[in-house]
């Protein structure tokens, strides 16, 4: 996993690498990227890009897996790392690839030259080895995220590291120059210098012990603890100068382990230094004597810090920017306002509903003295006929006249508007109704057929409703396999005799 061959990079073509774009563009949602979603998002052709496919698992870019229930491709850490120096070579940062010079349990250092021949530093983060794992216990960047590949986590790293870089060497502190950063790779100086675990005579070593000690306490002033200060991650060039690389596990101060990570890289250089130099110092700072100058952790979002943490450390250092406060203000007059307008409205609103209800009651009470009044003044006689057993009353005239007003609306309906009732429709030019005669016949095709024909018919129109089954080309599909893994198990079956024969 830690080789790199970049003898292909100058043979790959642009269709190539759009190719992988596609397969890492698809990664973020699948798991295995299929062939016919690699063509859609490379546009490019079908035969074309299952030709490139192959070349590029030839060459292992990529790696085709048979799941159990579908196939695909995936993204190796070899294409991951052509795709970025790709990309970095695009922008003249990188000219040439070298040798490499170092191997960490979550990195690769080689050396590369710049555009104009001047030595660079490239480190290629590879989180997902066997001994680094838990990355879940031992980082938090990736907040809580349930389900990542390697190759992600890799990029946030890179992300994070050269985040810390740029922070830290703006304020001074002993670290290689940060240049530029791709996905999961990180370009920086090289440090003309030799690791400390590797030294093993220095002229004073009080003296680098107490530069240490400094060094980290000022880390801790600024914001942010080291968490992994020890042998391996300290430079040290010819005129005994320490200079500190590996940042992506750095902490806040803030943070709920901050005391234990910052114990722990006191303790660390004041075991090495004891067992490599047999120096010994009683001095050593404590948690309790960091004193808070900077909030480095806020402005690069460390871990351990959550943003009304950044508000309160940037207000208590006095780094608030005048159209914070301004915005700070505005929000706080916005709600006094806003609870000011909800105060009147509820006022308004009352005084209104009061003012309704009484309106209301006196409109009531001068209706009811009305009707009252004129109760009073008025008698209505009794004109309802008295009810008598003598027999059915005789009609009168009116009620004829009007049987037979609705006996001609009924006939006008029936000529000129025939669909208001059920009654039969009457031509205009005859008097007689129009009879339609009906003549039954009988089927010769047998009940069977037809319904025969029936279902064949429902079968076919529920057979073209459905999506055709996409099937990656050139390799054998998951159900295929299958299939034929069942029509062996069962030749072997029956050849070797038992329940089948």
């Known amino acids: 996993?830690?080789?790199?061959?970049?003898?292909?990079?100058?043979?790959?073509?642009?269709?190539?690498?759009?190719?992988?774009?596609?397969?890492?563009?698809?990664?973020k949602n699948h798991?295995?990227?299929p062939g016919s979603l690699i063509a859609s998002i490379?546009?490019?052709?079908h035969g074309g890009v299952h030709k490139m496919l192959r070349e590029l698992c030839k060459h292992r870019l990529l790696s085709y897996e048979r799941g159990p229930r579908y196939d695909g491709y995936r993204l190796t850490n070899a294409g991951y790392d052509y795709l970025a120096l790709k990309t970095l070579t695009s922008r003249d940062v990188i000219g040439s690839f070298g040798n490499q010079i170092g191997t960490g349990k979550e990195s690769n250092i080689y050396v590369v030259g710049g555009p104009g021949g001047d030595q660079r530093c490239l480190k290629l983060h590879r989180l997902g080895r066997t001994c680094f794992r838990k990355v879940r216990e031992k980082r938090d960047y990736h907040k809580g995220r349930k389900s990542m590949s390697w190759l992600y986590l890799s990029r946030i790293s890179a992300t994070k590291e050269f985040a810390y870089m740029?922070?830290?060497?703006?304020?001074?502190?002993p670290v290689p120059t940060p240049i530029d950063f791709n996905r999961h790779c990180v370009i920086m100086d090289l440090v003309d210098g030799y690791p400390l675990q590797n030294v093993n005579d220095v002229e004073d070593p009080a003296e680098l012990y107490d530069k240490l000690m400094n060094l980290l306490l000022k880390f801790a002033n600024h914001g942010v603890i080291h968490g992994d200060y020890n042998e391996f991650n300290i430079m040290i060039d010819d005129k005994c100068q320490p200079i500190i690389i590996d940042f992506p596990q750095m902490v806040s101060t803030a943070h709920v382990d901050a005391q234990f990570y910052f114990d722990?890289?006191?303790?660390c250089i004041r075991d090495f230094f004891k067992r490599r130099f047999n120096y010994e110092s009683e001095l050593a700072p404590c948690f309790q004597d960091i004193f808070r100058i900077d909030a480095l952790d806020a402005e690069v979002a460390a871990s351990g810090v959550t943003k009304q943490m950044e508000k309160d450390i940037m207000a208590e250092l006095g780094m608030l920017s005048d159209e914070d406060e301004d915005e700070e203000s505005g929000e706080e007059e916005d709600e006094i306002l806003e609870h000011n307008v909800e105060?009147?409205?509820?006022?308004?609103?009352?005084?209104?509903?009061?003012?309704?209800?009484?309106?209301?009651?006196k409109e009531v009470e001068a209706a009811v003295n009305f009707v009252e009044s004129k109760q009073s003044d008025l008698e209505i006689p009794n004109l309802a006929p008295?009810?008598?057993?003598?027999?059915?009353?005789?009609?009168?005239?009116?009620e004829e006249d009007e049987d037979d007003q609705i006996e001609d609306l009924k006939d006008f309906n029936s000529r000129f508007k025939p669909f208001r009732d059920g009654q039969p429709r009457v031509r205009q030019d005859s008097d007689t109704f129009s009879v339609r005669s009906v003549s039954t016949t009988s089927s010769t095709i047998a009940p069977e057929v037809i319904k025969a024909r029936v279902r064949a018919s429902l079968e076919k129109r529920g057979k073209s409703g459905q999506a055709r089954?996409?099937?990656?080309?050139g390799e054998a599909s998951a159900k295929t396999r299958s299939q034929r893994d069942n029509k062996q198990n069962i030749k072997q079956s029956t050849q070797g005799g038992g329940i089948w024969e």
Do not use: C, H, W
Not at 18 to 23: D, E, F, P, S, Y
Not at 42 to 45: E, K, N, V, W, Y
Not at 343 to 361: C, Y
């Open 1 to 27: 996993m830690g080789k790199l061959n970049v003898t292909m990079l100058r043979y790959l073509t642009r269709e190539d690498f759009r190719v992988l774009t596609a397969v890492e563009m698809g990664m």
């Open 31 to 33: 798991e295995l990227v």
């Open 42 to 45: 490379a546009s490019l052709r």
């Open 166 to 173: 740029k922070a830290l060497k703006n304020r001074g502190f």
């Open 264 to 267: 722990r890289d006191v303790t």
């Open 343 to 361: 105060e009147e409205e509820d006022v308004l609103e009352d005084i209104t509903d009061e003012a309704a209800i009484e309106e209301l009651r």
């Open 386 to 398: 008295e009810k008598t057993n003598l027999g059915p009353e005789p009609e009168s005239e009116g």
């Open 469 to 473: 089954r996409q099937v990656a080309r």
